[in-house]
T-cell receptor, first 114, second 111 residues
Framework: EAGVAQSPRYKIIEKRQSVAFWCNPI?????LYWYQQILGQGPKLLIQ????????DSQLPKDRFSAERLKGVDSTLKIQPAKLEDSAVYLC????????????FGQGTRLTVV | GQQVMQIPQYQHVQEGEDFTTYCNSS?????IQWYKQRPGGHPVFLIQ?????EVKKQKRLTFQFGEAKKNSSLHITATQTTDVGTYFC???????????FGSGTRLSIRP
């Protein structure tokens, strides 16, 4: 079974530029999460999708971050414009059902904003 | 808001010593999960506990869920260098079950 795929693995951009990350969850997984993990901290949930609908985006900085999951499969997370404090690893995870199941994580995208 | 705290933040042990990390939630959890993240890697699921007072073992790892379902612990017996990494507890919050991660405990080992 293929795992969660993310791209790119690494990205370096200047502040005020825009950037987009892509995630393809495990086939058939209905729930998809985007997490932000700053160095030395635990993953922080940004947004949760159930199929193609947003379930929770309370921690998403909506003035600069946006995410979509068209057709309920793969997803993109965009930052525009980026700030220095956005430097982090962006992790995508998926679960087959919304409740009581383990999350499968992708390798993540390491973003450096200079 | 929901908070999941873990202690200690770091632990450095001699190989062969035991290790324990504790997880405390500000609210009652329906279940708790534990993940391990190797340096430079991504979180990998270890186990899920559901019942109050539940204890599960995986070889040298022992996981406990508190009676009130607000705290949990992970104990590793006789650590090995392969145990190096950061251990996170995580709990689902609200009916939408968004998974909130704790702050993690980073384990390093002296050979």
């Amino acid at each position: 079974e293929a795992g969660v795929a993310q791209s790119p693995r690494y990205k370096i951009i200047e502040k005020r530029q825009s950037v987009a990350f892509w995630c393809n969850p495990i086939s058939g997984h209905a729930t998809l999460y985007w997490y932000q993990q700053i160095l030395g901290q635990g993953p922080k949930l940004l947004i949760q999708f159930q199929n193609n609908g947003v379930v929770d985006d309370s921690q998403l900085p909506k003035d600069r971050f946006s995410a979509e999951r068209l057709k309920g499969v793969d997803s993109t997370l965009k930052i525009q414009p980026a700030k220095l404090e956005d430097s982090a690893v962006y992790l995508c995870a998926s679960t087959p059902r919304a409740l009581n199941t383990e999350a499968f994580f992708g390798q993540g995208t390491r973003l450096t904003v200079v | 808001g929901q908070q999941v705290m873990q202690i200690p933040q770091y632990q450095h042990v001699q190989e062969g010593e035991d290790f324990t990390t504790y997880c405390n939630s500000s609210t009652t959890l329906s279940n708790i999960q534990w993940y391990k993240q190797r340096p430079g890697g991504h979180p990998v699921f270890l186990i899920q506990l559901v019942k109050s007072g539940e204890v599960k073992k995986q070889k040298r790892l022992t996981f406990q869920f508190g009676e009130a379902k607000k705290n949990s612990s992970l104990h590793i017996t006789a650590t090995q260098t392969t145990d190096v990494g950061t251990y996170f507890c995580a709990g689902p919050y609200s009916s939408a079950s968004k998974i909130i991660f704790g702050s993690g405990t980073r384990l390093s080992i002296r050979p």
